[in-house]
């Protein structure tokens, strides 16, 4: 059934492909800077935050931590977006599920595109810091592409759960955000993956991390960082896991969606 509506909501993108950029443009139309304002978070974290923790560590070489951080936070912001967006999902589009627009897949896909869109506008500023570094690998870039759609691929399955879940229990939405500070502890967006020993606490809760070794699949490939053999590893048996999941949930709980909604 998820197979099947996906393949509608492809072939028929206007729901979420155009309301998703709608949703985008209208935020930000009566703003002065407009979409600039997506620029703006990137450049004060890459530059102020990132800068200041690079000052803080005699030694470091700047232009490579930067390029490490500019990369880092561009991911986890998405992933971030996407997990705390899919609590309410289904919610915030219940009057269109009520008039019978029942094929959910549109509206993952429709909160999926819009935080990718985030993600490309913040992505001249990324590609910036990414060069400058001394580690900047060019042929590296169509392996991190493909560890980019690895993490679609995850995003979404991730948001059906979510989306079902949050349905059914409206309180995951204020747990969801809490999560997603912890995890960010645990991942490696701004101390690099070697900094913690393997065999210690900080070091096993971060190779159990998914956001962990999604975030390597992008940033590593560019930036010629050692990837951990684990991860080759733990990235196809989580696709396959979530997708799998994605399916069987979608199957039984979709049909269910606008009644507890």
Same mark, same amino acid.
């Not at 309410?88 to 429709?110: A, K, N, V």
């Not at 490309?120 to 400058?132: E, G, K, T």
């Not at 204020?174 to 701004?190: D, I, K, R, Y």
């Given at each position: 059934?998820?197979?099947?509506?996906?393949? %509608?909501?492809?072939?028929? *993108?206007?729901?979420?492909?155009?309301?998703?950029?709608?949703?985008?443009?209208? =935020? !930000?139309?009566?703003?002065?800077?407009?979409?600039?304002?997506?620029?703006?978070? &990137?450049?004060?974290?890459?530059?102020?935050?990132?800068?200041?923790?690079?000052?803080? %560590?005699?030694? #470091?070489?700047?232009?490579?931590?930067?390029?490490?951080?500019?990369?880092?936070?561009?991911?986890?912001?998405?992933?971030?977006? $996407? @997990?705390?967006?899919?609590?309410?999902?289904?919610?915030?589009? %219940?009057? !269109?599920?009520?008039?019978?627009? #029942?094929?959910?897949?549109?509206?993952?896909? =429709?909160?999926?595109?819009?935080?990718? !869109?985030?993600?490309?506008?913040?992505?001249?500023?990324? #590609?910036?810091?990414?060069?400058?570094? *001394?580690?900047? &690998?060019?042929?590296?870039? *169509?392996?991190?592409?493909?560890?980019?759609?690895?993490?679609? $691929?995850?995003?979404?399955?991730?948001?059906?759960?979510?989306?079902?879940?949050?349905?059914?229990?409206?309180?995951?939405?204020?747990?969801?955000?809490?999560?997603?500070?912890?995890?960010?502890?645990?991942?490696?967006?701004?101390?690099?993956?070697?900094?913690? *020993?393997?065999?210690?606490?900080?070091?096993?809760? @971060?190779?159990?991390?998914?956001?962990?070794?999604?975030?390597?699949? $992008?940033?590593?490939?560019? #930036?010629?960082?050692? $990837?951990?053999?684990?991860?080759?590893? !733990?990235?196809?048996?989580?696709?396959?896991?979530?997708?799998?999941?994605?399916?069987?949930?979608?199957?039984?709980?979709?049909? =269910?969606?606008?009644?507890?909604?």
């Amino acid at each position: 059934m998820l197979l099947k509506h996906l393949v %509608q909501s492809l072939r028929q *993108p206007d729901h979420w492909l155009y309301g998703s950029w709608l949703d985008t443009a209208v =935020r !930000y139309r009566r703003m002065r800077l407009g979409l600039l304002w997506l620029l703006i978070p &990137t450049a004060v974290y890459i530059w102020g935050i990132g800068g200041f923790l690079a000052s803080m %560590q005699p030694g #470091l070489d700047a232009a490579r931590f930067l390029a490490h951080v500019a990369l880092g936070f561009s991911v986890f912001r998405m992933l971030t977006a $996407v @997990m705390t967006d899919s609590t309410s999902l289904f919610s915030g589009f %219940q009057y !269109y599920i009520y008039d019978g627009h #029942l094929r959910l897949t549109d509206y993952i896909l =429709r909160s999926l595109a819009r935080s990718f !869109y985030y993600f490309l506008l913040s992505l001249p500023l990324v #590609l910036a810091a990414a060069i400058l570094s *001394p580690d900047f &690998t060019p042929s590296g870039l *169509p392996l991190s592409a493909l560890g980019l759609a690895v993490v679609l $691929v995850n995003l979404f399955s991730f948001s059906v759960l979510l989306g079902i879940a949050g349905a059914r229990y409206p309180d995951i939405g204020e747990l969801m955000g809490s999560v997603m500070m912890a995890a960010f502890l645990v991942t490696p967006v701004v101390w690099y993956p070697d900094a913690v *020993p393997a065999d210690s606490t900080p070091g096993l809760l @971060m190779r159990a991390n998914p956001f962990h070794h999604l975030l390597v699949a $992008v940033r590593a490939p560019v #930036l010629g960082e050692t $990837v951990d053999p684990a991860s080759w590893v !733990y990235l196809p048996v989580l696709t396959v896991a979530g997708l799998a999941a994605a399916a069987v949930a979608y199957r039984w709980c979709a049909p =269910r969606v606008a009644a507890w909604l």
